[in-house]
């Protein structure tokens, strides 16, 4: 089956400590990002990379951090510096090589909801 | 950024009326695409619009590509309570970025 898997659903942290959200994805996609959802408000983007070894800051960058190892794996860590990180975080990938990163078509994984105690 | 406006921001029917929500902007896009969020789950692709004036079904769902290219509707035909959701818009601007907007909720009375 091809597709994007996130783990934990559901994952709780209590203050002062990090943690580290997975995203894989089977897609062979080279570009893969990752988004926070709060109520309400629509897509914000924290970090997306194009290729292997290489990532760039999104719009809300702070507080996060990235690494791209794989192809197929973007890990999304939360600091104890993020301020208020109970939210939906999503994570994404798109397909096409050659195509400007944020000009692609993306699919999304199914979810982590982060829950800080 | 560029701005997309979603309305309406939520909205109550009845199991088998027809729905219409629509995303607008005051800037040109190159391609819109709509998304369904279940609750607690990721948004997935509904239907993608290429060209302006296009419509495309998937369906029960019907989108079109606005004319002006500045905005996009989908309609949602005979609603069953699985449509309820949060559904998206996303547009590309100047064929550099997808910007989306903040979605329209739907709730579907039995």
Request: glycine share 10%.
């Amino acid at each position: 089956d091809g597709g994007i898997t996130q783990s934990p659903k559901y994952l709780f942290r209590k203050e002062g400590q990090n943690v580290t959200l997975s995203c894989e994805q089977n897609l062979n996609h080279d570009a893969m990002y990752w988004y926070r959802q709060d109520p309400g408000q629509g897509l914000r983007l924290i970090y997306y990379s194009q290729i292997v070894n290489d990532f760039q800051k999104g719009d809300i960058a702070e507080g996060y951090s990235v690494s791209r190892e794989k192809k197929e794996s973007f890990p999304l860590t939360v600091t104890s510096a993020q301020k208020n990180p109970t939210a939906f975080y999503l994570c994404a990938s798109g397909p096409g090589q050659g195509i400007r990163v944020h000009a692609q078509i993306q699919y999304f994984g199914p979810g982590t909801r982060l829950t800080v105690l | 950024g560029q701005q997309l406006n979603q309305s309406p921001q939520s909205m109550f029917i009845q199991e088998g009326e027809d729905v219409s929500m629509n995303c607008t902007s005051s800037s040109i896009f190159n391609t819109w695409l709509w998304y369904k969020q279940d609750p607690g789950e990721g948004p997935v692709l509904l239907i993608a619009l290429y060209k302006a004036g296009e419509l495309t079904s998937n369906g029960r769902l019907t989108a079109q590509f606005g004319i002006t290219r500045k905005d996009s509707f989908l309609n949602i035909s005979a609603s069953i309570p699985s449509d309820v959701g949060i559904y998206f818009c996303a547009g590309l601007y100047n064929f550099n970025k997808f910007y989306f907007g903040s979605g329209t909720k739907l709730n579907v009375k039995p």
